[in-house]
């Protein structure tokens, strides 16, 4: 089993049959519509979002393919898959041996967590070249975007630029002394390029650790999503926190149309006007508020569904395992199925159930023993 | 004409200066493209853009509005159809037109690019300024095609020889596949290196780098046009700094590397053209010091070269399909995804559409075109197959397809002529390098490794 075809298990416990394969592709591929931002809140999927961004609809038909041939899914219904009591099995003994994603936060981190890569991969590269006295060097990231920042940061620390590398160098170390960092620094630093120091791909890593790609890049990000968590603490880690200060603001992007219908909303327009005004269905408009309510933390969904029916909503879904609109629509039929999906999205929000099964492990020090293991080539 | 690497940049970079002229580079290749700009802009000058689909819908916009302040202004030939783009470079005052890789011009060269055939017009429409047409492989024939497509009259023309006498020839005949991988591990594990390995198949290139980088003491490492950018940049630079001994790759790699101490080239499938080959062999030995070359030959390799032509060529069904939906369809994805057409082989059915009107059974004629295009192709293939089978001296053989006449004779020529291969042999027990632990790879990154002055300053 590869570490792609258990994170693709994971994800089909979690759909439990719901939901077609390509739902869970474009899950983890990170597709940016409504229906796959919706399925991750409802399902409590969304530290998923966008992990294998760069996944081929090739490499994860191969995937499924394997888990279908060890039988580790079970097709009970045209299309519709899920986790046998032998993936079960696997699953648990696959994280015996390997370590699991813990500090994945795939929804909140997809484009923070690249851009701050980014940023400090060239600015690293930077800096190295700058201490070492050379001033030519081949970027290792293209970005126009992310160019453009660390040469306005370079510029600002003018005077600074050596206690800053000083500084950025005994915070990344402090980071990965840390008991609680996740797993190897490897992942992080080996992919690094410095002065003449050019970092290795994922291939050459998962090379390396005699292990496959799949694995290498989310042993990567889950510790670079646990590095971000702890950065937010700006008094221990200025230097790293200022590299992503400026990324938050970007975190609610709405589709363009989307967008429109927010626009009309806050102006207190109702779903059957704006539909009309649009000249777009009334169900695509519930489309656009619930991917507002996933997107805006702030956003109320009272005006389309008073307390008492959220409460009332909660409690049937909460009463069943699955949390099937319909079976929840048999218990609540005064309640719309927008109205459902909509308490579901805006309550599925903190949902963790994926790692809750593996949080003992946490603590046992398993995953220090793993660290250990895979550590030693 | 000039050997690949020996300076072509220099040609338009050096007048650019003296003449403070505006220059447009067309270039076919967009990660050629990146490095270009890249080097440029190592060289300190900032007012260097490059016009291709990487760049944003604002970036496009915002480099557009300020076309006029930039120096070298390099852009892939699909762009230059663009309205937009063709507006922009008209309040552009271009004194300097440079077609690089001019060989994709020509119908009958390896690269052949629908797209380069409108340099001529767009050119005119520049107000014919002064035009360079910059390849490193070119016979006769194409040379005459370059001329006459960018409407070049009595055209200046330096061709230097297409031999580099440093470069050492050989073909190695194999009986199996078996043989073929067990005769290459044994040359990367002996000759000297840095060295590329040109294959016709990504997969292969893949599978047997990662064997053979865990089964020999070197450091290999693939590279092809299915890597995402950020790992093709890194295998790159590895390679130029020598933290890589073999890069296994397709021909995707090479153009715009410049590095100087390529020690062997080796080819592990047939490559589909003499001008190919030799502009692959090219890339060993700038330094001038001596290179070795060697072809891995397994009897009826050319049909594995031949099959992938013929991959690339369009069924008579998918020309007519095309015919069908092109007016309707909203795109060229949307014609891609219906006929099954690749991207190339779009461009090319667009280009016929373009230049062959007025045929009552046009997908017919069309398909009549292509196929004396394949036989053209397989001709060159031949050409290659003479190569590999000749008893005779095999650099004299390449210099008499690019039509020279002269005849050399050299020590270190080829395997016909004789060498010892025991020269070509690498330093035995080249350092392995290892993966340093990372609190050491992070010390060196930020120099926290000697205490050598800075460190006391802080
Ligand atoms: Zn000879």
């Keep these: 089993m590869t570490y792609l075809d258990a994170i693709l298990l994971l994800c089909f416990r979690l759909f439990n049959g719901d939901r077609s394969r390509s739902a869970i592709f474009h899950l983890i591929s990170g597709k940016k519509t409504s229906q796959t931002i919706q399925d991750a809140h409802l399902y409590g999927a969304h530290d998923f979002f966008q992990i294998y961004p760069h996944l081929s609809r090739k490499s994860f038909d191969q995937s499924c393919e394997r888990l279908i041939m060890n039988k580790y899914l079970i097709e009970f219904q045209e299309q519709r898959w899920r986790v046998s009591e032998d993936g079960e099995n696997a699953l648990d003994a696959y994280f015996k041996n390997h370590p699991f994603p813990f500090y994945l936060k795939g929804w909140l981190y997809h484009d923070r967590a690249t851009i701050f890569w980014k940023r400090l991969l060239l600015l690293s590269q930077s800096l190295s070249n700058y201490i070492h006295q050379e001033n030519r060097f081949f970027p290792v990231q293209r970005d126009p975007d992310i160019q453009h920042w660390v040469k306005h940061t370079f510029l600002n620390w003018k005077d600074d630029r050596r206690k800053n590398t000083k500084k950025l160098y005994l915070e990344l170390t402090k980071i990965f002394m840390k008991n609680k960092f996740p797993d190897h620094p490897d992942y992080i630093v080996q992919q690094m390029t410095g002065f003449q120091l050019i970092g290795q791909t994922p291939r050459q890593l998962a090379d390396h ?48 149309s989307t967008e429109k219908t927010l626009r009309y909303i806050q102006q207190f327009y109702t779903i059957e006007k704006i539909a009309q005004i649009r000249n777009l269905k009334t169900s695509t408009i519930e489309d656009h508020i619930i991917e507002i309510a996933l997107m805006v933390q702030t956003f109320s969904i009272e005006p389309y569904v008073e307390l008492s029916l959220q409460d009332e909503i909660w409690l049937a879904a909460n009463s069943i395992r699955n949390k099937r609109m319909k079976e929840i629509k048999d218990l609540v039929p005064r309640a719309s199925f927008f109205q459902i999906r909509l308490v579901l999205v805006s309550k599925g929000r903190t949902d963790n159930k994926w790692k809750i099964p593996y949080l003992n492990t946490l603590d046992s020090g398993l995953s220090e023993r793993v660290k250990k293991k895979s550590s030693k080539v | ?121 767009i050119k005119e429409k520049l107000g014919s300024p002064v035009t360079l047409a910059l390849t490193a492989t070119a016979t006769v024939k194409i040379r005459a095609d370059i001329c006459q497509s960018l409407k070049m009259a009595s055209p200046d023309e330096w061709v230097y020889s297409v031999n580099r006498p440093n470069i050492a020839l050989k073909v190695e005949q194999l009986s199996s596949f078996q043989e073929k991988i067990h005769t290459l591990k044994q040359f990367i594990e002996t000759l000297s290196s840095p060295g590329i390995v040109y294959f016709s198949s990504k997969k ?127 795109g060229l994805k949307e014609i891609e995804e219906k006929t099954g057409l690749s991207e190339v082989q779009n461009r090319v059915l667009h280009y016929y559409a373009k230049i062959e009107t007025n045929h009552s059974n046009w997908a017919g004629h069309v398909n009549q075109l292509i196929l004396k295009r394949m036989v053209e192709k397989k001709r060159k293939i031949d050409q290659m197959v003479t190569y590999v089978t000749t008893d005779n001296c095999r650099r004299q053989l390449i210099v008499r397809c690019f039509d020279e006449t002269n005849s050399i004779i050299q020590p270190f020529c080829c395997d016909q002529c004789g060498f010892p291969l025991e020269s070509y042999i690498g330093s035995l027990g080249s350092e392995q390098r290892k993966v340093i632990t990372w609190q050491n790879r992070l010390a060196s990154i930020f120099k926290e490794n000697e205490n050598d002055g800075w460190t006391k300053d802080y």
């Design chain 2, 204 to 330: 292969l290139a893949d599978e047997l780098a990662e064997e053979m980088n865990q089964t020999t003491a070197k450091k290999i490492s693939s590279y092809h046009a299915g890597l995402e950018q950020d790992q093709r940049i890194l295998i790159q630079q590895q390679f130029l700094t020598d933290q890589l001994d073999w890069i296994f790759a397709t021909s995707a790699f090479g153009m715009g590397v410049n590095k100087e101490n390529i020690r062997t080239i080796i080819h592990f499938h047939l490559p589909s053209s003499m001008e190919a080959f030799v502009q692959e062999i090219g890339r060993a030995g700038r330094d001038g010091e001596k290179s070795l070359s060697i072809l891995l030959y397994l009897s009826k390799d050319e049909q594995i070269t031949t099959n992938l032509l013929e991959l690339e060529r369009p069924s008579l069904r998918q020309i007519s399909e095309f015919e069908k939906i092109k007016h309707t369809a909203s």
């Design chain 2, 1 to 121: 004409m000039l050997p690949t690497g020996s300076g072509k940049s220099l040609c338009y970079q050096l007048p650019s200066y003296i003449l403070h002229a505006q220059v447009l580079i067309v270039s076919p290749l967009l990660s050629l493209m990146q490095d270009q700009v890249e080097q440029i802009k190592i060289r300190g000058e900032k007012k260097v853009i490059a016009l291709n689909s990487f760049l944003s819908f604002k970036e496009k916009k915002q480099a557009l509005k300020n076309l006029q302040h930039y120096k070298f202004i390099f852009i892939s030939p699909e762009m230059l159809n663009l309205a937009e783009i063709s507006e922009a470079l008209s309040s552009c005052s271009i004194r300097l037109f440079v077609v690089d890789e001019a060989h994709c011009i020509s119908q009958w060269g390896p690269d052949f690019r629908p797209d380069y055939l409108q340099l001529g017009a």
């Design chain 1, 209 to 256: 650790f005699k292990t496959d790609e799949s694995e290498v890049h989310i042993r990567f990000l889950n510790t670079l999503h646990y590095i971000l968590t702890e950065i937010q603490d700006k008094n221990t880690y200025p230097i790293l926190n200022s590299i992503q200060k400026d990324i938050t603001q970007k975190e609610f992007v709405l589709t363009v």
